[in-house]
């Protein structure tokens, strides 16, 4: 069985990924957003929503939430940067989150 590793995305790449993921930003090595929503179930539901996503993926956010705000930060540690990983998974945040406003 081969297992191919994430390979980390150029500056170019990164950028041109921010460009298609409005509220995101590079932090650090890291695709950094924030998120706020009515009030904390509405936050807690969305971060119910993106664990199951983030496992099915095997890829998880390091993330933190207070009320009806929740951090992110999304990098590949084995690739020490931020992959095609971390932009597939964000766009399904923004996908998440949207579901979660139209509520």
């Known amino acids: 069985?081969?297992?191919?590793?994430?390979?980390?995305?150029s500056k170019t790449e990164i950028s041109r990924a921010l460009?298609?993921?409005?509220?995101?930003?590079l932090k650090g090595q890291k695709l950094h957003r924030e998120y706020k929503f009515a009030d904390f179930v509405a936050a807690f539901g969305f971060m119910a929503g993106v664990a199951l996503v983030a496992q099915a993926m095997d890829h998880h956010p390091e993330w933190f939430n207070v009320w009806n705000k929740v951090r992110i930060d999304l990098s590949t540690h084995d690739a020490r940067?931020?992959?095609a990983l971390d932009v597939k998974l964000a766009q399904s945040m923004d996908e998440l989150a949207g579901r979660q406003a139209g509520k």
């Open 1 to 9: 069985m081969s297992t191919t590793r994430p390979v980390k995305l």
């Open 19 to 25: 460009s298609q993921l409005p509220g995101w930003k």
């Open 81 to 83: 940067g931020v992959t």
